[in-house]
């Protein structure tokens, strides 16, 4: 099985290879639970290493996939195991039905949790997930009527079918192999990409037409149903649920655990889960010194982690993966498309209009009162001396900042208060000026991820996406190139990929945050090239660039700011020689040439 972070062309190859053998392997699983008649210790040590594996899988999509941290994964474990609990013991429901019942709760708690915190993020999320965990174990501590306090809830008892610890076994081995088999798969999935973008770079996520915080919030709700569900099955597994088994040190064993194994993979929650409750099991015998297995057990650990940062999965994939390379798999060639572009077919004859445009930082007036339009099929430059606003526009007409005042018109509609994904939908799309690519990805990957959103009028099976990304990227020359990773390409081919990516997106218009800069001269020429081929397929374009050679060889229209202000508009041979704008360039009076 390939890691959930690689799902190269290479990787989807061989993909029905996999598949036969997960599911060969997860047979053979279930067979020897339901037919082998393990001792009960045995038993309960496998049932808890199925069950917690599910809840660490959780684990694997929120941090591994989607880069968010969740110390509160007891708690989701244990709202299921409530849920199974009370409902059969106090409340006489059916088993299936309480699960169902965990299910939804914990779904609702883990979307509300992460709407209501996503955006924090990093340290703050942190902390609010392990409130969250306090407040759970709290509750059930101390809402004793309904949870029983510290005694727990007993004499849970297993439904109908499984009510043997052998079938049971055999029950949980077979949803760990299904949930297995989705959290493999959902890298690949649009949500999986979306995830990886997200977890990649945000902002560019949010610019190539991803809806950032409804990406989080799924990744963070699909963790906590997956602890839910681990939980449910752990309460029918044991019989009997307590607050001590959901506390947030059990938080920390279940992130452990996922670090351990490796958060790139379900296999790394399968291996991370057993060990840690194998080596416990293995060192019982130096319980007997006070402070050593402790001891033993921590450093084991620790020089896990140091050793292998990518868990012991990570590592091994690594090691397959050199083989596998080494082995010589050729790389995937694919017929390169000719590149469709939605091109200056519109009504409207202006594609943008920018009115009264402000951006104020405190007292700072970074953009002030800026008015422009951009024509359908024309190629238009904003320039301007250093801090004079360009960028802060740009993020502006992106949806990156929110205007102080001002209105922006995309095509007839207005994207004033639009957030970034819903102008991508709209028609925008945009390159950085520090380039933002997704950095664990190939280059079709980043350029399928921009072609992924709804605005987009092409198909969105993969094969058609895959077929668009590889057009754009032999449009601007990297077709070859397409599945190596954006890591390995230079400089100015990194930025060929991001042009590339908008290209797939299908905009009406293109926003270029200062292409040329750091390019050297034959980089700059083939740039060129490429903004007037695309120019040529009638797109229209606004770039920001000091490279006045660059902007006048390919500019129709210019507009020049100067302290966030307008200063000069029209065409470059009257902008370039217009008195205000050699001053603001050179400061000093129109004699000196550009
Ligand atoms: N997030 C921010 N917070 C505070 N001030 C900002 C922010 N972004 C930009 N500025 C300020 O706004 C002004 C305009 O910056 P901006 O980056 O838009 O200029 P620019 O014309 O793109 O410059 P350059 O050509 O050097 O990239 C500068 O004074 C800058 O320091």
Known sequence: MTSITDVSPAARRTAPLGLLAYVALAAVAVFFAATHSFDAYITNILMQAATYSVAVMGLT???????????????????????????????GLNFWVCIGLGLVTVLAAGAFLGASTIRLGGHYLAMVTISFQQIVTLVMINWIPVTHGPDGVSGISRPGLFTTAQAYLAFCVTVLAVVGYLVWRLPSSPLGRAMRAVRDNELAASVAGIDVQRTKVTAFAICALL???????????FAYVSPDQFSFAESIVFLTMVLLGGVASPIGAV???????????????????????LAIYGLAVILIVLFMPDGIWGWISQFTRRFGSRS????VRAEATALELRGSSGHAPEVLRVEGLAKHFGGLKAVDGVSFSVKRGSVHALIGPNGSGKTTTLNVLSGIYAPTAGSITLDGLDVTNLPPHRRT??????????????????????????????GNPVQKAHHALDARARAALAFVGLGDRADELVTSFSYGHQRLIEIARALAGNPTLLLLDEPAAGLNSTEKLELTALLKRIAAKGLTILIIDHDMTLVSDVAEHITVLNFGRRIADGDPVSVLNHPDVVTAYLGSEPDAPY
Request: charged share 10%; hydrophobic share 50%.
């Open 328 to 331: 010589g798999v050729a790389p």
């Open 271 to 293: 291996v991370g889960t057993g060990l840690l409750i194998l080596i416990p099991e293995w060192l019982r015998f130096l319980k007997s010194v006070p402070g050593l297995y």
């Open 425 to 454: 939908i709209a028609g925008l799309g945009r390159t950085f000026q520090n380039i933002r690519l997704f950095r664990t990805m190939t280059a079709v990957e980043n350029v399928i991820i921009g072609a992924e959103h709804p």
């Open 61 to 91: 999509v929120v941090l591994g996939l989607c880069g968010q941290i969740n110390l509160a994964q007891a708690a989701f474990f244990g709202l299921g195991a409530y849920a199974v609990g009370l409902g059969t013991v106090d409340y």
């Open 227 to 237: 602890g839910g569900l681990g939980g449910a099955l752990f309460a029918g597994g």
